[in-house]
């Protein structure tokens, strides 16, 4: 059970808006801590999609975009194409316990 | 290009020691942490530890009494060391790059990962 929580799940069809949150609580994104967000297709391994919340590294199309507001996050993928069906993670860091880097559980994105 | 690729048996017996190596091309080692993250099959991502070049490190709190880290600059790589490891620990092992940005840190380049399997 992670301190990031992220629905199971999302689903959308082509060309349309989604969004995956990420809920943290004041040790993590509320304490101020910064949210990445990783996309994972299957078999392969996770890539970064955006970091210090909002920020797209060279490559990544500006379809997808974060925020962070309070003790939350959002991811939204906007013209929605096959190829964005995979799992999608965010991070942050935790203060709690000695502090650690913390991944919420996943979301699932179904492209219809 | 940085690239990474982790290395070690595929197959761990039951309260033994896990290890692992990833090695770092592309790019010196220098200058930048390091991560190990795992993904038991099915399931979320677990951040197991960081170590920087100058060997400082930091552990997950609920593996740290069984996780050891190590760099060797000198081949670009870094290490990962579990002990008394159960069929809890059977995962996909990734390395990551991490970077750091005002505080925040994030990992930019992965490994592929390796599966581990703890087994008799």
């Known amino acids: 059970q992670s301190v990031l929580t992220q629905p199971p799940s999302v689903s959308g069809a082509p060309g349309q808006r989604v969004t995956i949150s990420c809920t943290g609580s004041?040790?993590?994104?509320?304490?101020?801590?910064?949210v990445h967000w990783y996309q994972q297709l299957p078999g392969t391994a996770p890539k970064l999609l955006i970091y210090?919340?909002?920020n797209r590294p060279s490559g990544v199309p500006d379809r997808f975009s974060g925020s962070k507001s309070g003790t939350s996050a959002s991811l939204a993928i906007t013209g929605l194409q096959a190829e964005d069906e995979a799992d999608y993670y965010c991070?942050?860091?935790?203060?709690?316990?000695?502090?650690?880097?913390?991944f919420g559980g996943g979301t699932k994105l179904t492209v219809l | 290009q940085v690239q990474l690729q982790e290395s070690g048996p595929g197959l761990v017996k039951p309260s033994e020691t896990l290890s692992l190596t990833c090695t770092v091309s592309?790019?010196?080692?220098?200058?930048?942490?390091w991560s190990w993250i795992r993904q038991p099959a099915g399931k979320g991502l677990e951040w197991i530890g960081r170590?920087?070049?100058?060997?400082?490190?930091n552990y997950n709190p609920s593996l740290k009494s069984r996780v050891t880290m190590s760099v060797d600059t000198s081949k670009n790589q870094f290490s990962l060391k579990l002990s008394s490891v159960t069929a809890a620990d059977t995962a996909v092992y990734y390395c990551?790059?991490?970077?750091?940005?005002?505080?925040?840190?994030?990992?930019?380049?992965w490994g592929q990962g390796t599966l581990v399997t703890v087994s008799s």
């Open positions: 991070q942050s860091y935790d203060s709690s316990l000695s502090g650690y880097w913390v």
């Open positions: 592309g790019g010196s080692i220098s200058s930048y942490y």
């Open positions: 170590i920087y070049t100058s060997g400082s490190t």
């Open positions: 210090g919340n909002s």
């Open positions: 004041s040790s993590n994104i509320g304490a101020g801590s910064d």
């Open positions: 990551a790059r991490g970077t750091t940005l005002a505080g925040s840190y994030y990992h930019d380049y």
